[in-house]
């Protein structure tokens, strides 16, 4: 009988979140216009919501009854505060059952991304987190090339611009171009090791052939923004990696800064100055973004601190904050600012936009610093995949949208930092959940030498430890 541990079960269960969720559960085979026409009338779907209930479950069952308290404060208490101010900006929303509906998906779901991943030890979570999208670029790879009719977007699309562009087996291309540059990011990191057995060597050529793929589909899935994002944080990975001694942090962050903002320059200065008087004149260039920003802004105007209510804007039927502005159907039923912080201050206002960029943005990179030296070689491949998330949000919408592609991994890898610095995970790395009675070890803050060290190793080279 296959002897079930801990560390086992909570890499199935994250593995196998990793996997549902980033489809959105249902993906590809959902038909386009169902799909939009639900979302659009802020409908509810079900078995998206048994499925992330049942995951929340599944994280809590084996620790339920000694380690409870544990497993909620896998959740950071200043995450919690921000889902307390979403809650209270429902109060003044034109549709507060819809909000609340969508908050407590993402606090679900926020719980199951971290709870999950701080179970492990920081790279046996990145190594699982990788295998799991590793396997969804791959078969869209393969939905896409042999039946083309799923994971194609087709002729009478909702969307008229994506048809022609690879979906693979998620919902949209762009959901495509967010997994696709997550893998490949990571990938990029287990590519670049240098190690000697013959484990990591099938690792490291694994890896290099997963980033050609997940390139590939960004082509092919014509994702403008996570392409040009990806071909900048991969550039930045280096540099990173080439400076990650923990004394030269100084260099690192110096050569990044500057690198993103050179970067920056000469990827989007071109275009944008020989159309930056056209966009302000004609809103209506690049994708509408210009127009739709406007919308937005006049539409909060007379709610600058507190909002019009968390997911209250977009895509709730004809109480959206854009119907009736334009004559323009197409801006009543936008499924998001194209801007998630411009999204999230709209949402809930002022304050809110205030807070969340402390919680979701100032606290990571914090987090993600704060991770001892013998992290090291962890630490540039989470800096990048955080700067991914922030620059690709400023023209897209995923931060604290319940299983947006950004989001998903902003918590996965706030996770897997405060594992490595802030102990509150319930593990028994000997332990057995069939055929013999274990304890569970419930573990304190690491002490930056012995217990740190003990963290950073794969599981089963932890030494055992139990409790009487």
């Not at 002897?3 to 994250?14: C, E, I, N, P």
């Not at 929340?56 to 101010?85: E, G, I, N």
């Not at 406007?294 to 909060?300: G, N, P, S």
Request: hydrophobic content about 55%.
């Amino acid at each position: 009988m296959i002897r079930l541990t801990y560390q086992r079960y909570f890499s199935a269960v994250l593995y196998l979140f990793v996997l549902l969720s980033f489809v959105t559960v249902s993906g590809a085979w959902v038909p386009r216009s169902a799909y939009a026409a639900a979302e659009d009338t802020g409908g509810a779907d079900l078995i998206r919501q048994i499925v992330y209930v049942a995951f929340a479950v599944a994280a809590l069952a084996p620790v339920f009854k000694r380690w409870f308290h544990r497993m909620v404060r896998s959740v950071p208490p200043s995450l919690w505060l921000l889902f307390v101010w979403c809650a209270i900006t429902l109060t003044w929303s034109p549709v507060p059952s819809i909000g609340l509906r969508r908050l407590l998906l993402t606090v679900v779901i926020s719980f199951c991304c971290m709870a999950t991943t701080m179970q492990l030890s920081a790279l046996g979570a990145l190594r699982t987190i990788w295998r799991g999208l590793a396997l969804l670029v791959m078969l869209s790879l393969a939905t896409a090339a042999l039946v083309p009719s799923l994971g194609i977007h087709q002729p009478g699309d909702p969307e008229a611009l994506v048809v022609g562009d690879w979906r693979g087996i998620f919902y949209h291309k762009n959901i495509l171009g967010s997994v696709a540059s997550f893998s490949a990011l990571i990938s990029l990191h287990f590519a670049t090791q240098r190690t000697n057995s013959p484990a990591e060597r099938r690792t490291r050529w694994q890896a290099r052939c997963v980033f050609v793929v997940a390139i590939f589909l960004l082509v092919m899935s014509r994702s403008k923004t996570s392409l040009g994002m990806v071909l900048l944080c991969s550039s930045m990975y280096f540099i990173l990696a080439a400076f990650r001694s923990h004394s030269r942090k100084l260099i690192v962050y110096s050569a990044a800064l500057a690198f993103i903002l050179v970067g920056l320059a000469l990827v989007f200065l071109p275009v944008i100055g020989v159309s930056l008087e056209f966009i302000f004149l004609n809103p209506a260039a690049f994708t509408g973004r210009g127009f739709i920003w406007d919308m937005l802004l006049e539409a909060v105007k007379k709610k600058s601190l507190g909002g019009i209510g968390y997911q209250s804007v977009f895509q709730v039927g004809n109480a959206g904050a854009l119907v009736g502005m334009t004559r323009n159907s197409f801006y009543d039923t936008l499924a998001h600012a194209h801007n998630a912080y411009l999204e999230i201050y709209v949402s809930i206002g002022l304050i809110g936009l205030l807070l969340a960029l402390l919680v979701i943005v100032v606290l990571p990179i914090r987090q993600v610093y704060r991770m001892g030296p013998q992290f090291s070689d962890l630490r540039p491949v989470l800096f990048t995949i955080l700067a991914f998330v922030y620059m690709h949000d400023i023209l897209e919408s995923g931060l604290l949208d319940r299983d947006r592609p950004t989001w998903l991994m902003l918590l996965m890898v706030y996770g897997i930092a405060r594992a490595a610095t802030t102990k509150v995970s319930v593990h028994l790395p000997r332990a057995s959940l069939m055929g013999q009675r274990s304890e569970i070890v419930g573990t304190r803050r690491l002490d930056r030498s012995l217990d740190a060290t003990t963290s950073a190793l794969p599981i089963r080279d932890r030494p055992s430890a139990s409790v009487t």
